[in-house]
């Protein structure tokens, strides 16, 4: 259904009241449109006729077809070549040669470097817990619980830590820079760790960061999202496959 709305939105079907990019196609319009088309036509350089309009995109696209047809016989396409892979033609394109790092990136990480070094991962982990206390929500689903709050803080971290990551509680145990064997680390995984106690933690995280948001740089607004992993970065405002993306969304 969001695809279907994308699609719809691009193509300017629907709208979206207040909006910028979104906005109603009809406010685009000169007042005097109707009255004056063959004039905002020729400005534009349109035919006034659908026909016409289309017979020349089609020309259009038929020439860019035909010179891509002679670039490829000729070998002149820069790498751009078509092979054929599981019986069925491709069309390969040549990896880009990896472009130098603009100054201004460069210096951004000299300047992080300084302030702060190398971070570790664990520790953004442990200074998050710190600002939100998100550990708070991860409750016994036994009927008692025995351990100090630092302890049992320590070792739900440690397991986080192990499940994000991808690393597992074995490997984490092997560091050996924490003082916790591998059993407590597995017991408190079985009884903290659930997907109703993850679900509470997300939510107070997330709150927590929208919060401490600076208005001067995201606004007043809350439709806000920032996305980010280590192939995608997306900071955009009423972007609904960013906002409620399966992956990326909030």
């Known amino acids: 259904m969001l695809i279907a709305l994308r699609d719809a939105l691009r193509r300017r079907e629907i709208c979206v009241d207040g909006a910028g990019r979104w906005r109603n196609p009809e406010e685009d319009v000169p007042g005097d449109f ?11 350089g349109k035919p006034l006729q659908a026909k016409a309009f289309v017979a020349g995109l089609r020309r259009r696209l038929t020439d860019a077809l035909d010179r891509c047809n002679t670039a490829l016989d000729q070998g002149t396409t820069g790498g751009v070549r078509i092979v054929t892979r599981r019986g069925q033609p491709w069309i390969s394109v040549p990896k880009l040669e990896k472009l130098p790092e603009p100054r201004n990136l460069g210096a951004i990480k000299a300047e992080v470097a300084r302030r702060w070094g190398t971070i570790d ?28 709050r630092d302890v049992l803080r320590r070792r739900l971290l440690l397991c986080l830590f192990a499940l994000g990551t991808n690393m597992g509680i074995r490997a984490i145990v092997a560091t050996g820079e924490h003082g916790q064997d591998e059993a407590a680390l597995r017991r408190v995984r079985a009884s903290h760790i659930t997907r109703e106690n993850l679900r509470r933690a997300i939510v107070r995280v997330v709150n927590e960061t929208l919060a401490a948001r600076d208005a001067r740089w995201w606004g007043q607004a809350t439709a806000t999202a920032t996305a980010s992993d280590s192939k995608r970065f997306g900071a955009c405002e009423s972007n609904l496959m960013t906002q409620f993306h399966a992956r990326y969304g909030d």
Do not use: C
């Not at 109707?34 to 534009?44: G, K, P, S, T």
């Not at 991962?121 to 100090?148: M, Q």
């Open 34 to 44: 109707d009255d004056n088309r063959d004039v905002h036509y020729a400005a534009l």
């Open 121 to 148: 991962l664990l520790d953004i982990l442990k200074d998050a817990d710190f600002l939100t206390e998100f550990t708070g929500e991860f409750v016994s689903v036994a009927t008692r619980e025995k351990l100090p």
